[in-house]
């Protein structure tokens, strides 16, 4: 049965993943700092906080104790702000470099170590298009995002010889959690800016990250967005 990590299962774009990646016959394990409710035979939640080093290699290891190999690792959790420059306290700007960024680069270091003894695997970094757009009233988000999109390039470089696949997939604003504060007319705007008007659900950027799983067409380093950029 093939295997993934999933930071972020229980919510959002991660939960309806997971869903997707359950109904289709792989096994779960799903990373999050509060246990959901979820029950499924194969999804087993772990209670890590991805900004805490050894957290991550505790249930890494975890895990392997259990499981022959790590297929895929989806770093998704996230966290957003939106504030003006000015007006953000620095003590946001780290959270978000901390969830955003270095529980990524944690994730990918201890997985990373089993995918290259497996000589196999990919791993997945969920970003966003407002990178690209440089997307004013979200610097520190934007910042974070985009050292995870370096991360993503410069890991694809190394881990390619070990047959490992890394790539980003991103999004335009998708109604979860994280967008709950922001403004409607601000979202529609920036969805008519990437060409959709009617906006993007949890289940259609599941189903791009699903389908770019099932096809096997992720290009190491190539950074996708679901969306005209
Ligand atoms: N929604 C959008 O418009 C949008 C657009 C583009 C990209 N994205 C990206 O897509 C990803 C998912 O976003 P979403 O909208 O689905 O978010 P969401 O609904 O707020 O869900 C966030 C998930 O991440 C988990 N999480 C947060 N901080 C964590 C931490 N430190 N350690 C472990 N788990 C943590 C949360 O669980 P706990 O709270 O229990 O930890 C939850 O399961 C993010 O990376 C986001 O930047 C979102």
Redesign the pocket.
Known sequence: MPTAII?????????ATTLKLLNAGWRVH???????GATHANYIPHQ????NESAVQNAVAAILSKEQSIDLLI??????SMNALLLTPGSIAENLM???YL?AFYCIQAVGKQMVRQRQGRIIN?????VPLALEGEAA?VAS?AALDALTRVAAKELSPHGIVVAGL??????????RAVNAAKLAELNQLIGRTNG?T?DE?ADFIFEAIQQKNLEAGSIRYLGKI
């Open positions: 930071t972020g299962s229980s919510a959002g774009i991660g939960k799903g990373f999050t700092r509060q246990l959901d890590v906080d991805v900004t770093n998704n959790a996230g966290a957003a901390r969830v955003n529980g969920i970003t966003t298009v407002a988000y995002k991103g999004f335009g604003p998708i109604p979860t959690q994280l967008t993007t949890v950027a």
